[in-house]
């Protein structure tokens, strides 16, 4: 068990995601950093699809009841264990009556605590993830509350772990080459036009020129950006189709919507763009006022950029695992 | 890109609905890199709806296909992973839709009671203005219409119903009712359902229904599925 011993009022329980429900009207849901919990979940022996609590509200604090492996990635969230400072991105042992608490990040948005076992969730329609919106799922369909207890799932690697911890390279370091930086604050997004992209005419090239900035009004559902508005050269209303994270709707107002993790499962607002999947994940990490620009994209693009990712999930995996089974035939 | 008048649409909805260059050809564009949406070319009808079942089918059995989604007469498919040759993909997609056969499904038909006017009709007298029709005609000319579900979709069980009399056409509104109640009855294009969550809706409310439509433990949680028909039953009108 855990309990929450101090939280905001938005961190839930997610995993990678409810997929194959949008087609009666479930949203995907799950992490808005998929790759963090996947190397979370890689570090301490779990499958990488299991349940992790989402931090985007801080401070945040959990107690340990039993002895238990964890790692927190994501955000930079200056983790502690009973006062002592942590290095995010690595697995650790906490013993019962140990408490790990969390601050605000100086850069980044979320934070994700995972643990050995997984957090013990019922799966509702193939995923822990929690619905907000729909109210299921997760730990009640709601966000976690300071005294919740939450079980855990067996651990069947927790013997394997170093002494003193076992780290990894953050995904930002790793794959410098493939995720470039921001430029003076400016976090580049790569996406490729959609649909009603020839629509906005001139308005379409502003899209990609100008600097958006992620307003106040902006969660898990979806990014709204200010900046100059662009709108098409008609009114135009679409027929409602499906839509997907990352789908980048301009309402008539004409500040464009990023839809993310608890995306709407259709839409009819006209499209301008779509953010190619490896690069939501930052969008997920970008707090509200930061800015951004859209870079245009290609889908070999894209998929260089997943087989990049895809090789470095595999490098953890391979290394991770390697380290823990030395250590078993050595003890 | 060319907006046709429909033959038995309104005015207005001559003016909003987008529809494909040509009234032959599909029309295939993406939302990110393994997301593909087809729009059927020409009416908005349940001609178009069928094939669009019948494609929905049909990429069922493609094996690098994540999920597929069919919608108002267009269908949203999900690869598992980007493809390496979008180009390719769009034409298997238009291919597929060229020999998709008009298929009906065989659907049940749902009742739903609901309180027209009143506290939740918030946006009837809009649609009044609009149409130019008293309440009590809109109303009846709301439930007298029988409706297919066409798709799901928005929120978890919430039905995309067909068949709406083109007299009580309304656009979805420009600026979103905040908290608009689970449970009201909406109009939003030529388009009709009932809200399945209370949150931002763009669409117009007539009324309300409170019938429990989405049961997540179930192992069918939508109580609507595409090609269901719908009735609307007048169990109170407050005008």
């Given at each position: 068990?855990?309990?929450?011993?101090?939280?905001?009022?938005?961190?839930?329980?997610?995993?990678?995601?409810?997929?194959?429900?949008?087609?009666?009207?479930?949203?995907?849901?799950?992490?808005m950093d998929?790759l963090?919990?996947?190397?979370?979940?890689?570090?301490?022996?779990?499958?990488?699809?299991?349940?992790?609590?989402?931090?985007?509200?801080?401070?945040?604090?959990?107690?340990?009841?039993?002895?238990?492996?964890?790692?927190?990635?994501g955000a930079d969230?200056?983790?502690?264990?009973?006062?002592?400072?942590?290095?995010?991105?690595?697995?650790?042992?906490?013993?019962?009556?140990?408490?790990?608490?969390?601050?605000?990040p100086p850069r980044l948005a979320r934070?994700?605590?995972?643990?050995?076992?997984?957090?013990?969730?019922?799966?509702?329609?193939?995923?822990?993830?929690?619905?907000?919106?729909?109210?299921?799922?997760?730990?009640?369909?709601?966000?976690?509350?300071?005294?919740?207890?939450?079980?855990?799932?067996?651990?069947?690697?927790?013997?394997?772990?170093?002494?003193?911890?076992?780290?990894?390279v953050e995904p930002a370091a790793a794959l410098r080459e493939v995720f470039p930086a921001p430029i003076d604050g400016v976090l580049p997004i790569r996406a490729l036009p959609?649909?009603?992209?020839?629509?906005?005419?001139?308005?379409g090239e502003a899209f990609w020129s100008q600097t958006w900035r992620i307003s106040?009004?902006s969660?898990?559902?979806?990014y709204?950006l200010s900046g100059e508005?662009i709108?098409?050269?008609?009114?135009?209303?679409?027929?409602?189709?499906?839509?997907?994270?990352g789908?980048i709707?301009?309402?008539?107002?004409?500040e464009p919507?990023v839809?993310?993790?608890?995306?709407?499962?259709?839409?009819?607002?006209?499209?301008i763009a779509g953010v190619i999947e490896c690069d939501l994940w930052r969008l997920g990490q970008a707090r509200i006022g930061a800015r951004l620009k859209f870079v245009r994209s290609t889908?070999a693009e894209a998929?260089a950029v997943?087989?990049a990712v895809?090789?470095y999930?595999?490098?953890?995996?391979?290394?991770?695992?390697?380290?823990?089974?030395?250590?078993?035939?050595?003890? | 890109?060319?907006?046709?008048?429909?033959?038995?649409?309104?005015?207005?909805?001559?003016?909003?609905?987008?529809?494909?260059?040509?009234?032959?050809?599909?029309?295939?564009?993406?939302?990110g890199?393994?997301?593909?949406?087809?729009?059927?070319?020409?009416?908005?009808?349940?001609?178009?709806?069928?094939?669009?079942?019948?494609?929905?089918?049909?990429?069922?059995?493609?094996?690098?296909?994540?999920?597929?989604?069919?919608?108002?007469?267009?269908?949203?498919?999900?690869?598992?992973?980007?493809?390496?040759?979008?180009?390719?993909?769009?034409?298997?997609?238009?291919?597929?839709?060229?020999?998709?056969?008009?298929?009906?499904?065989?659907?049940?038909?749902?009742?739903?009671?609901?309180?027209?006017?009143?506290?939740?009709?918030?946006?009837?007298?809009?649609?009044?203005?609009?149409?130019?029709?008293?309440?009590?005609?809109?109303?009846?000319?709301?439930?007298?219409?029988?409706?297919?579900?066409?798709?799901?979709?928005?929120?978890?069980?919430?039905?995309?119903?067909?068949?709406?009399?083109?007299?009580?056409?309304?656009?979805?509104?420009?600026?979103?009712?905040?908290?608009?109640?689970?449970?009201?009855?909406?109009?939003?294009?030529?388009?009709?359902?009932?809200?399945?969550?209370?949150?931002?809706?763009?669409?117009?409310?007539?009324?309300?229904?409170?019938?429990?439509?989405?049961?997540?433990?179930?192992?069918?949680?939508?109580?609507?599925?595409?090609?269901?028909?719908?009735?609307?039953?007048?169990?109170?009108?407050?005008?």
């Amino acid at each position: 068990m855990i309990e929450i011993w101090e939280s905001g009022p938005f961190n839930t329980v997610q995993d990678l995601g409810r997929s194959g429900y949008r087609d009666i009207g479930v949203s995907a849901s799950g992490a808005m950093d998929p790759l963090a919990v996947r190397i979370g979940n890689i570090l301490v022996g779990n499958d990488e699809n299991a349940a992790v609590i989402e931090v985007q509200t801080f401070p945040f604090g959990l107690r340990f009841e039993q002895r238990t492996v964890f790692a927190v990635t994501g955000a930079d969230g200056n983790p502690h264990l009973d006062g002592l400072e942590l290095i995010p991105w690595c697995a650790y042992m906490a013993e019962p009556g140990q408490v790990l608490q969390l601050q605000q990040p100086p850069r980044l948005a979320r934070s994700y605590v995972s643990v050995g076992g997984g957090l013990d969730i019922p799966v509702v329609m193939g995923s822990r993830s929690t619905s907000l919106r729909g109210g299921f799922g997760g730990n009640a369909g709601r966000p976690s509350v300071k005294g919740d207890r939450i079980a855990l799932g067996e651990d069947l690697e927790i013997a394997m772990l170093p002494a003193t911890g076992l780290a990894v390279v953050e995904p930002a370091a790793a794959l410098r080459e493939v995720f470039p930086a921001p430029i003076d604050g400016v976090l580049p997004i790569r996406a490729l036009p959609a649909g009603e992209h020839d629509l906005f005419a001139g308005d379409g090239e502003a899209f990609w020129s100008q600097t958006w900035r992620i307003s106040s009004r902006s969660d898990r559902t979806g990014y709204r950006l200010s900046g100059e508005p662009i709108t098409p050269t008609a009114a135009i209303e679409m027929r409602s189709h499906g839509v997907v994270p990352g789908v980048i709707q301009v309402p008539p107002g004409g500040e464009p919507i990023v839809q993310m993790s608890d995306a709407n499962t259709a839409g009819g607002y006209p499209k301008i763009a779509g953010v190619i999947e490896c690069d939501l994940w930052r969008l997920g990490q970008a707090r509200i006022g930061a800015r951004l620009k859209f870079v245009r994209s290609t889908h070999a693009e894209a998929r260089a950029v997943e087989q990049a990712v895809a090789r470095y999930v595999d490098d953890v995996r391979q290394t991770s695992g390697m380290v823990k089974r030395a250590l078993k035939a050595m003890a | 890109m060319i907006a046709t008048t429909t033959r038995h649409a309104s005015r207005h909805a001559s003016q909003r609905e987008i529809v494909p260059a040509t009234q032959s050809r599909a029309r295939v564009s993406s939302i990110g890199a393994r997301s593909f949406l087809l729009e059927a070319p020409g009416e908005f009808d349940l001609i178009a709806q069928r094939r669009i079942w019948a494609l929905s089918q049909t990429v069922k059995g493609w094996t690098d296909l994540a999920e597929n989604i069919p919608g108002m007469t267009n269908l949203l498919v999900i690869f598992k992973e980007t493809p390496e040759d979008p180009d390719a993909v769009v034409t298997r997609l238009l291919e597929a839709w060229e020999n998709a056969q008009s298929i009906d499904l065989n659907g049940k038909t749902i009742e739903i009671p609901v309180t027209y006017g009143g506290e939740h009709a918030t946006d009837l007298p809009a649609l009044c203005d609009l149409s130019g029709l008293s309440d009590r005609e809109v109303v009846r000319i709301h439930h007298e219409a029988t409706y297919r579900v066409f798709a799901l979709g928005s929120a978890p069980g919430f039905g995309y119903l067909h068949g709406l009399d083109p007299r009580i056409y309304m656009p979805r509104k420009t600026v979103p009712s905040l908290k608009m109640p689970k449970g009201c009855v909406t109009i939003g294009g030529m388009q009709t359902g009932v809200a399945m969550l209370t949150g931002p809706n763009g669409w117009n409310s007539i009324g309300f229904a409170s019938l429990q439509m989405f049961d997540p433990t179930s192992l069918t949680p939508a109580m609507m599925a595409p090609g269901d028909t719908v009735r609307f039953l007048p169990a109170r009108i407050e005008l």
